[in-house]
């Protein structure tokens, strides 16, 4: 962050320089919470201390993300790992014989999924993060949904899992990754809701436009958790717990797909009421289609 202050205080007056000097200090010497000082007068040496401030601003948020980031996976890792150590700890105690080995292959085995897991959906943020390109071909996003919800209930025989849909509704995109999004999607629905809970897909077309929609009626999620629900790692301590599995980054995907796409998703939940999860996507093109 400090690279920026000798460039700054070269650009500005010299009378301004003493002060913007000691802010620039400040700030070399570790006070990252320092800006350089403005006098609300919109000269155009305001305007520059606000450029440089907004700079140290946004790379304050982005070093933050990455601590934030770093502390994160590990913490995910440690659980996983501590498994892992345990078992085999205890194999070389000769702890571990007959059908407990079994059982303890079985343990191992499982956190290695959650660490590969883990690894893959970070590496699928990465790449969505640095603006790689994603396939674009013509679908049928009715069709892939119907898809999602028939291995759905499969998976979850026991559950009430339908689809609504008005007919073919193309879209132009990858389908590997939005085929990703619904069983995201479904699968939080699904897990992270009582058994009694019911979920409902439905795939709506309006000129130019693409809606999938993911709604439950379970217990909802609190207005105070709402903003954070496509945070990375981020879980409601009553209803998205790690006990349900996952790395806490399937929204995450989510929005980072969707916004790939030049999509839109958005959630809407009431305490008692239930969850849903809106897609938005451009219709394929057949003329000219809404961008953001």
């Not at 009715?142 to 979850?156: F, G, H």
């Not at 590997?176 to 897990?191: C, D, I, K, M, S």
């Amino acid at each position: 962050m400090s690279a920026l202050l000798p460039t700054a205080l070269i650009l500005l007056p010299v009378s301004f320089a003493g002060v913007g000097a000691d802010s620039a200090d400040a700030i070399a010497e570790g006070h990252l919470t320092e800006r350089l000082p403005t006098r609300g007068n919109r000269s155009e040496t305001d305007q520059l201390a606000e450029a440089v401030n907004r700079a140290f601003d946004a790379q304050a948020r982005a070093e933050a993300t990455v601590r934030s980031l770093a502390a994160d996976t590990s913490h995910e890792l440690r659980t996983p790992l501590s498994t892992i150590s345990g078992w085999l700890d205890l194999h070389r105690q000769g702890g571990l014989t007959g059908p407990r080995l079994e059982t303890a292959l079985g343990h191992i085995e499982n956190e290695v999924g959650r660490m590969r897991l883990l690894v893959e959906d970070l590496s699928l943020l990465a790449r969505l993060d640095a603006g790689r390109p994603i396939e674009q071909d013509p679908l049928d996003l009715t069709a892939l949904a119907a898809s999602v919800v028939e291995d759905a209930q499969v998976i979850y025989p026991d559950r009430s899992i339908t689809l609504t849909a008005g007919g073919p509704a193309q879209v132009t995109g990858d389908t590997a990754r939005l085929q990703q999004v619904l069983r995201n999607l479904v699968g939080n629905a699904v897990q992270h809701t009582p058994a009694q809970t019911a979920v409902q897909v439905a795939v709506i077309t309006t000129p130019g436009r693409v809606q999938v929609e993911v709604a439950d009626d379970g217990p909802g999620i609190a207005p105070q958790d709402l903003p954070r629900v496509f945070e990375r790692f981020w879980r409601a301590e009553a209803s998205r717990s790690r006990a349900c599995g996952g790395s806490g980054l399937g929204l995450a995907i989510v929005e980072a797909i969707i916004h790939a796409h030049h999509g839109q998703v958005s959630v809407e939940s009431a305490v008692g009421v239930g969850t849903t999860v809106t897609v938005r996507l451009n219709a394929q093109c057949t003329g000219t289609a809404p961008r953001d």
